[in-house]
């Protein structure tokens, strides 16, 4: 199936990591031209090593950028345009807050949350709007976490801040569909990544468990009785950003196995 995104122009954020890669492999490998930023340069260095394979040098741009820094985003934007004169698809990719309970976060640690895990989502596709409706096409995708559709106990921060991202992009949604340019939210669940295997390190010295132990219960609680592979996001945000789902906007969809209720 050819997805029509032969010259289009991507932004992939959180490139330095493993499923921030994959959605630019994805994107690369069916003919798109891909900015990359991340934090992580050493990741970011790996992944513009993986996409030139993939297609040509020419076609990459790598920028090592900090996404809560509105400077850096006017500048990813910027640079974006003037390497490859127009921007077509955004994927969002922000970190997760710091986990603590909201009754005990003073206001200072609020603002910085929000100013850091929320505002760059929003400034970010703030930015690239005014490229799209200048070319009447465009494709935006917030890449988060499935528990959004039913709290996690222990997140409490993430659950909030993705609460106010579902809502903001639905509403975003019904704002830019006259311009054609779509929003939709991909939301996955349990990933087979490095990630995931560092995380469960850390849960399993607080809870006295083997990691082991933690991946299978993991695994376990998902229907499908596996984890998503990288390359499926991939693949998903890839259809996403595609000719082929111009009709589609609005939506928030779970990669996840079957696992939100």
């Not at 490998?29 to 992580?40: D, I, K, P």
């Not at 900090?66 to 985003?73: F, G, K, N, Q, T």
């Not at 996403?240 to 111009?246: F, H, M, Q």
Request: hydrophobic share 45%.
């Amino acid at each position: 199936m050819d997805l029509g995104l032969a010259d289009r122009v991507a932004i992939v954020g959180g490139a330095g990591l493993e499923i921030g890669k994959h959605v630019a492999l994805a994107l690369a490998s069916e003919g798109a031209r891909v900015s990359l930023c991340a934090r992580n340069e050493e990741g970011l260095r790996a992944a513009e090593i993986e996409l030139a394979r993939v297609g040509t040098q020419h076609n990459v741009l790598a920028m090592p950028a900090d996404l809560s820094e509105p400077r850096d985003i006017r500048r990813v934007a910027r640079d974006t345009f003037n390497r490859f004169g127009k921007i077509d698809i955004l994927v969002v990719r922000t970190r997760q807050p710091n986990l603590a309970s909201l009754a005990d976060v003073e206001d200072i640690r609020m603002a910085e949350e929000v100013e850091r895990h929320l505002l760059s989502a929003v400034r970010l596709t703030r930015e690239v709007i005014p490229y799209m409706k200048q070319d009447h096409w465009g494709r935006i995708i917030n890449l988060d976490l499935a528990s959004i559709q039913q709290t996690v106990e222990g997140v409490p921060q993430s659950d909030a801040r993705q609460f106010y991202l579902i809502g903001y992009f639905k509403t975003l949604a019904l704002e830019l569909a006259p311009f054609n340019i779509t929003v939709n939210s991909l939301l996955t669940g349990p990933l087979d990544t490095q990630e995931l295997k560092q995380y469960l390190e850390s849960q399993s010295i607080q809870e006295g468990v083997e990691p082991a132990e933690l991946a299978r219960k993991t695994v376990k609680r998902v229907p499908m009785r596996r984890l998503a592979k990288p390359r499926e996001v991939g693949e998903m945000v890839s259809f996403l950003a595609s000719e082929r789902t111009g009709f589609l906007t609005g939506a928030t969809m779970a990669l996840d196995g079957g696992l939100s209720r």
